[in-house]
């Protein structure tokens, strides 16, 4: 008995590492054939020859959908570099079960568990069809045709927020970013290369996202020249990034400083959902301290987007906002990035949504209520009380301006006067009344003005 069960367990053991040996010979590196698949499960993906990058589906914490991606495989992070910009879905994620095929006719095509289509690549009208995919160590998706080693379709040609080495932007193309950090859907800032070879930072309408709805540009690379315009954006295999005028020439776009080695570290650029555009590296192999230091940033446009808007590349108008909402406060943290807080009293309209818009706690003041103002005026200089935000200015929304004022008289024209909502004290005792929705705040430690936000005193009602 003894001898026959041990001889059982050494078959079974034998078949199991058969299975597993089956299995390791199933994983796709570089090549994929028609008719290949993978559903969105806790892993699923194919591998670049040299395995630093998968394209599959990746799980997005904390809303528990998937996306269709590709990422760097081989960091802690599995940073994801591409994604299938789907449709109907709030947050751009896919439910378990989805399934992504590699057609023939329709190269890849995503369903849901139903068999619902949520996004397919977009082929070009030709009678060719796709013979096999192929996943390059660029990081590139490329459906090649079966008559030749062109590519219908492209995750480099097709790109979402992010630009990798060897991957270029034409005119007309653009990045988008994202919703949120883990909302896959387009986002309201977008880097295009224009028409007239201008590369430019946008914004559009937030709550349309049409992209007719331009409201300004925070950056351009002023490569417009009618005699010599900008042709592409390069992101080159060593990391530098430039626009190729129409001579060939190079204009660089953000740094001229020597991008770390390519052959020691991974490169990527990314419109991040909060308007900054940014390039970091990352060490291919772990450091010798056996320590992962993560992307390091490399440089970001703008350095500081809290501080953007005034400037030659924004529009006379004060249309929409930055990374912050309006009422909302930008205060610039690490590598470059917004954080964003609502003044005392004010509340997130969404609050998953900390980079939205704030919304006051109590009824704002609206004039014209009494016939007679003077005793409204008295009668609201018991009501309301104001809300100090050190170091914190409001440069736009203006309405009135006094000179030679100090915080007293300051607070006390404001307190008077049914239009105001806020006042900003400036250097040189510059007085700035402000109408609300307030836009483009800026907390900075070394800001000179304070805002005054005048609110219902606590237990009051108008
Ligand atoms: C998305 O929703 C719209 C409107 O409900 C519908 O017409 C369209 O067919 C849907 N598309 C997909 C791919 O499900
Ligand atoms: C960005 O590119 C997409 C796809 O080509 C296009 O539909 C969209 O209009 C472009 N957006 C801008 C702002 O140019
Ligand atoms: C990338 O651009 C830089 C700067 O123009 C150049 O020195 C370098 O040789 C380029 N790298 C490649 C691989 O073309
Ligand atoms: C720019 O380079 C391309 C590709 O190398 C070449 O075909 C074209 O003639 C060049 N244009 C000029 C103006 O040198
Ligand atoms: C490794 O750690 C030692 C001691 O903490 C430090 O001196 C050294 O700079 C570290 N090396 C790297 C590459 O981080
Ligand atoms: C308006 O109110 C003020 C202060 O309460 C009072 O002195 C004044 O007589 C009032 N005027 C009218 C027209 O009622």
Not at 58 to 64: C, F, G, L, S, V
């Amino acid at each position: 008995m003894g001898v026959i069960s041990c001889w059982i367990l050494q078959v079974v053991l034998v078949l199991q590492l058969q299975v597993l040996v089956v299995l390791s010979q199933n994983i796709i590196r570089g090549s994929v054939p028609v008719g290949e698949s993978l559903t969105a499960s806790e892993s699923s993906s194919w591998l670049s020859p040299s395995g630093d990058f998968a394209f599959g589906f990746r799980k997005i914490q904390p809303n528990d959908g998937f996306t269709l991606s590709i990422w760097f495989d081989k960091i802690p992070d599995k940073t994801i570099v591409w994604y299938a910009q789907t449709v109907n879905t709030t947050t751009g994620l896919v439910p378990e079960g989805s399934k992504v095929t590699l057609t023939a006719d329709r190269g890849l095509v995503l369903t849901d568990p139903g068999g619902q289509q949520l996004w397919s690549s977009s082929l070009p009208q030709t009678r060719s069809s796709v013979s096999r995919g192929l996943i390059t160590d660029a990081g590139n998706l490329r459906l090649l045709s079966e008559d030749s080693d062109v590519a219908l379709w492209s995750s480099f040609a097709n790109p979402t927020d992010t630009l990798l080495p060897s991957q270029s932007i034409e005119v007309r193309g653009n990045l988008s970013s994202r919703l949120k950090e883990t909302s896959f859907q387009k986002g309201r800032f977008r880097l295009r290369l224009g028409d007239d070879g201008d590369l430019q930072l946008l914004t559009l309408n937030s709550e349309t996202l049409a992209e007719t709805d331009v409201y300004f540009s925070y950056y351009s690379s002023n490569t417009k020249d009618p005699h010599n315009p900008g042709n592409r954006l390069v992101f080159n295999e060593t990391g530098y990034m430039y626009v190729v005028m129409n001579d060939n020439t190079t204009r660089f776009y953000v740094n001229n400083k020597d991008p770390v080695p390519s052959k020691d570290f991974y490169h990527r650029a990314v419109l991040h959902f909060d308007g900054v555009f940014s390039q970091y590296y990352h060490p291919k192999r772990q450091g010798v301290n056996n320590s992962d230091n993560g992307w390091s940033l490399a440089w970001s446009e703008p350095e500081n987007i809290c501080a953007k808007r005034f400037g030659p590349y924004l529009d006379a108008n004060e249309l929409g906002n930055l990374a912050c909402g309006f009422n909302n406060i930008c205060i610039l943290g690490d590598n470059n990035r917004p954080r964003c807080e609502c003044p005392k009293r004010f509340l997130l309209v969404d609050p998953d949504d900390e980079y939205g818009d704030c919304k006051p706690d109590f009824e704002m003041q609206i004039c014209g209520r009494e016939s007679n103002q003077t005793a409204a005026a008295d009668q609201d200089a018991n009501l309301y009380e104001f809300v100090t935000l050190r170091m914190t200015n409001w440069p736009s929304g203006d309405y009135k301006r006094y000179s030679n004022y100090d915080e007293e008289r300051c607070k006390a024209t404001c307190l008077k006067d049914c239009f105001c909502g806020a006042v900003v004290l400036g250097k040189d005792k510059l007085c700035w009344k402000k109408k609300f929705p307030l836009s483009y705040g800026i907390r900075d430690t070394n800001g000179e003005s304070d805002t005054f936000i005048k609110v219902l005193k606590l237990g009051s009602r108008s």
